[in-house]
């Protein structure tokens, strides 16, 4: 790799990705992040592969990230010399050879694209780069473009700028759109001081959960005491169904590497690691690649950019325990030592990783500073509310249409992302909430849609931003079981180290559980409540500091669920399967024998033609008959 | 040095001073189970647990790990505090109902077992306050014992749960065990513990057994004193 030390060279490698970004030629592009692969990416992939081999095409196809779009990948786009850059959902094998045929006759068969762009915008140059020359083909023209389409249309992408777009692989292409730009620019004309109160402005939060300001860590860190200092990026991502650092690292490693540079300029560190999920296999993989890349093209280790600065990168796998995303439990692991927290009165800002000075931050905080510093702390702080600037990434699931990951602005309503972005809930079901900031966050309920999605509101609402997971529940959804699920999901995560949080949680597990089972006794949410200040107040860590969160959220916002299971022994959303009772209504059946033919308990009776009945001893309310009933003659209470 | 208040009562204190012992030595209890003097602290009961008001934000901290501070005011018994005192004890009397350690402590701060909690049955006395971890790694200095698991799984052991071949016997985590849950049976020749069985050494001179042969032997190595010496027991030294 060409060595780049001056403005020059990062020019000429930049010229060379806009090459590849915006070809001469036809190039096909598929998102090829873990979600893409999922859905069968790589079997596309290949299938072109062969297709433009066999036809011997002079097509390039190359490999992206995650544009976020869960919910119609594998995902295929099309890039043609002065024509918009076109997108295909859902593509599969099969549709290949009907795709390659589309393009070679420059027209729109039988697949549909989604979406086309004319234009990009190129976030961190403040630059707009244009796909289209000319006016929009007419076989184009019905197609909306990507800031029509819905999904698309609230989103501000700065932290995810170039998942989707670029090649992961390619450090041309992450320069082309602005990249080691930032660096260039923080390392000569500005200095550390500089830097930090530029990150100050910003208004920047970290974005891993607690919401610190970054820039005040920075400062700390750099204020610290110590000739040897240390940045650590937490890759760790334990909450379940979350995914949006993964997407980072895989999509665009190199923003984050760059962050971490200019970061560890800022604090005066010479080390850094970025700690990663060892089920993380791809982002390990790229960030491994794009260390290497920056590493030869010295952009890490000795004397960046021909500066007397020096600084390098390592990765380190995680133990993929929950609790070791926890800072300080972080750094433990890193020692080698067992991953639990400490406490934290001494910091590890002054005393962190092998007791040094350590500045530890999210992934998406790390991918955020670039943009600050090309485009300014004051440019950053103009986007979302005050005290909660600029974007937050969200990974989107649950009971809505549009699974995927998107980011937004701070402070947009909550019914924006459910209802604009998500598309809704499916099958004409009630939205009843949103549970945020993972297992330990809290839920919203849809009587709040109006809610400003920031830290502060969402801390005030009872909740937390946490680091991004959105998980939505509809009518079908137990309030008093969502909290039992995420409660048992902290008791088997607790590191065990503290008594509240190790015994506290498991005897609230247990309470959820006689309730949920119909042996729940009154007084037992009083008793809940009570148990949840304690087990707040007395853990060790965060962990336990906020595990009572989704109790105490449900308690606020759902009590008359809890108390329908209590006293009435009734699960309102019929979920509980100790509370419910399938029925067949006499009125309704026509006997047509399916259900008792799949009941695997063989607990319908009824003769052919004449209503059945269900043994309500033997029942194990799976529920199978009711899906399996035409009439909708079953139904459960 | 620090000046600040604990329990309205105005104190000065060394810089470094944790609350605990500054509260200690001004008079003022606070309950504790796992901040022994000869290990490092790792704020794992939450006994210990104060208010600290610094301006207007008051938050619980553990008193053996929290650094006294310029101007700041300690509580160490108001109704928060003692509200997260009354469920770690609640709760570790279900984890633990044999232990008369934990019954007389609840007693004395006036805290009944909790009916709604199901007492456990499995865990012996042990309420994993890591102390015996820290006295046979920190003073010891052969590990010879560590947790396996995480959560309530939790467990103090040998690793795997085999015969350590590194315990030397001395029995200190016995010892140090603040509720008496690690068995450590001595006859006159032998030790039990851990599952191991070591021959007992006798003194040269009075003949009373007083040590496992290989803690001495351990001793020597690390000390360099020859076995001879080690042999006569601290009484006819
Ligand atoms: C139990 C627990 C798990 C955590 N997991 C993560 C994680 O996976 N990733 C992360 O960035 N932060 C995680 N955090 C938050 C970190 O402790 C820390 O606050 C954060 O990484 C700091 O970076 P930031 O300031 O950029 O947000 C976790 C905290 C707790 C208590
Ligand atoms: S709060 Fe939970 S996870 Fe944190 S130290 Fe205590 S036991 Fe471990
Ligand atoms: S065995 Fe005793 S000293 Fe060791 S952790 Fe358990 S209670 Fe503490
Ligand atoms: S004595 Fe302080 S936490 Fe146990």
Redesign the pocket.
């Known amino acids: 790799m060409k060595k780049i030390s001056t403005l020059d060279d990062l020019k000429s490698a930049g010229d060379k990705g806009m090459k590849s970004l915006f070809p001469r030629g036809v190039k096909i592009v598929v998102g090829m992040a873990t979600s893409g692969i999922a859905s069968g990416a790589d079997k596309v992939y290949e299938a072109l592969q062969s297709a433009i081999k066999k036809r011997k095409l002079p097509f390039t196809l190359t490999k992206t990230g995650s544009m976020g779009m869960d919910f119609i990948e594998p995902l295929v786009e099309v890039i043609e010399k002065d024509k918009p850059r076109v997108a295909y959902g859902k593509m599969t094998a099969d549709k290949v050879p009907q795709l390659i045929g589309q393009i070679v006759k420059g027209a729109i068969d039988k697949i549909k694209p989604i979406y086309r762009v004319d234009e990009e915008d190129i976030i961190a140059k403040r630059e707009k780069k244009h796909y289209l020359t000319g006016i929009v083909p007419e076989y184009l023209q019905d197609i909306p473009t990507m800031y029509e389409v819905p999904f698309y249309k609230k989103q501000v992408k700065i932290a995810t700028r170039n998942c989707g777009i670029i090649d992961p692989e390619s450090i041309e292409e992450y320069i082309a759109r602005g990249g080691y730009l930032s660096l260039h620019k923080a390392l000569t004309a500005m200095s550390a001081e500089g830097i930090i109160e530029d990150v100050i402005k910003s208004g920047l939060r ?5 919401g ?1 300001p ?1 820039g005040t ?1 920075w400062q700390s860190c750099r204020r610290a005491h110590g000739d040897i200092k240390y940045v650590i990026c ?1 890759g ?3 909450d379940p169904g979350a995914y949006m ?1 993964r997407s980072v690292m895989e999509g665009d490693p190199h923003s984050v590497i760059e962050g971490m540079i200019i970061g560890a300029y800022a604090v005066g560190a010479q080390e850094g690691y970025i700690y990663v999920r060892n089920e993380y296999p791809l982002a390990v993989a790229n960030l491994t690649k794009a260390i290497a890349d920056a590493r030869s093209s010295c952009l890490l280790g000795k004397n960046i950019l021909g500066t007397s600065f020096n600084f390098d990168i390592k990765i380190s796998k995680g133990a993929g325990a ?2 070791c ?3 300080t439990a972080l750094m433990a692991s890193l020692e080698g030592k067992a991953g639990e927290p400490r406490a934290k009165y001494i910091h590890t800002v002054e005393h962190g990783l092998w007791d040094r000075p350590t500045n ?4 998406e ?1 790390w991918a955020n500073v670039p943009v600050i510093i090309s485009r300014g702390g004051k440019w950053f702080s103009e986007i979302g509310v005050p005290h909660s600037t600029g974007t937050k990434v969200f990974s989107l699931v649950g009971k809505i249409n549009n699974i995927g990951l998107v980011e937004v602005p701070m402070g947009i309503p909550l019914k924006d992302i459910v209802y604009d972005i998500g598309g809704g809930i499916p099958g004409g079901k009630k939205f009843k909430a949103v549970q945020t900031g993972g297992p330990s966050g809290g839920c919203i309920p849809a009587t709040m849609m109006n809610l400003s999605v920031d830290f502060d509101a969402l801390w005030e609402a009872g909740s937390m931003m946490g ?1 991004g997971g959105m998980i939505v529940m509809d009518e079908k959804t137990c309030m008093v079981d969502l909290a039992r699920y995420f409660i048992e999901f902290l008791v088997s995560e607790s590191c065990g180290k503290c008594t509240p949080c190790r015994e506290g949680v498991r005897r609230m597990n247990d309470i959820l559980h006689d309730i949920c089972a119909g042996k729940g006794k009154v007084g037992d949410v009083e008793m809940l409540e009570a148990m949840a200040i304690g087990i707040k107040d007395g853990s060790l ?3 336990g500091g906020s595990a009572p969160n989704p109790v105490l959220s449900t308690i606020k916002y759902f009590r008359a669920e809890y108390d329908a299971h209590i006293k009435q022994k009734r699960c309102p959303a019929a979920v509980c399967r100790a509370l419910i009772k399938y029925e067949i209504s006499a009125k309704k059946c026509t006997g047509c024998t399916v259900c008792a033919k799949k009941c695997p308990s063989a607990c319908i009776s009824g003769v052919k033609k004449k209503a059945h009945k269900i043994d309500q001893t033997k029942c194990i309310k799976c529920g199978i008959c009711m899906e399996s009933c035409k009439f909708n003659a079953i139904t459960v209470k | 040095m620090v000046n600040f208040i604990i329990d309205g009562k105005k104190i000065k204190a060394e810089k470094g001073t944790m609350v605990l012992e500054a509260a200690r030595s001004n008079g003022i209890d606070i309950p504790t189970l796992c901040a022994h003097e000869s290990v490092s602290r790792s704020g794992a009961c939450r006994l210990c647990v104060v208010e600290a008001k610094k301006g207007k934000r008051a938050k619980i901290v553990t008193s053996c790990l929290y650094p006294v501070e310029e101007g700041i005011i300690i509580e160490t018994n108001n109704e928060r505090v003692m509200n997260v005192r009354r469920l770690v004890l609640q709760l570790l009397l279900a984890r633990c109902p044999e232990s008369d350690v934990i019954q007389d402590l609840a007693k004395q701060l006036g805290v009944d077992p909790q009916p709604r909690f199901t007492p456990d049955g499995d865990k012996g006395k042990c309420i994993l306050c890591r102390s015996c971890i820290r006295v046979c790694e920190e003073v010891v200095g052969v590990s010879a014992i560590g947790f396996s698991c995480r959560g309530a799984d939790k467990a103090i052991g040998t690793p795997f749960s085999e015969d350590s071949a590194v315990c030397i016997g001395c029995g200190a985590c016995a010892f140090i065990c603040p509720t008496g849950h690690i068995e450590m049976e001595t006859t006159e020749e032998t030790r039990k513990i851990w599952g191991r069985t070591f021959k007992m050494k006798s003194c040269a001179v009075c003949g009373r057994y007083f040590a496992p042969e290989d803690q001495l032997k351990y001793i020597s190595k690390k000390t360099g004193v020859p076995m001879k010496e080690l042999a006569v027991c601290t009484n006819c030294r």
């Open positions: 970290g974005r891993g959960g607690g610190f970054t860590k937490n760790d991502e334990g650092d929950f609790v995303g926890e800072s530890l931050n999210n992934v905080t680091s860590c965060a962990l």
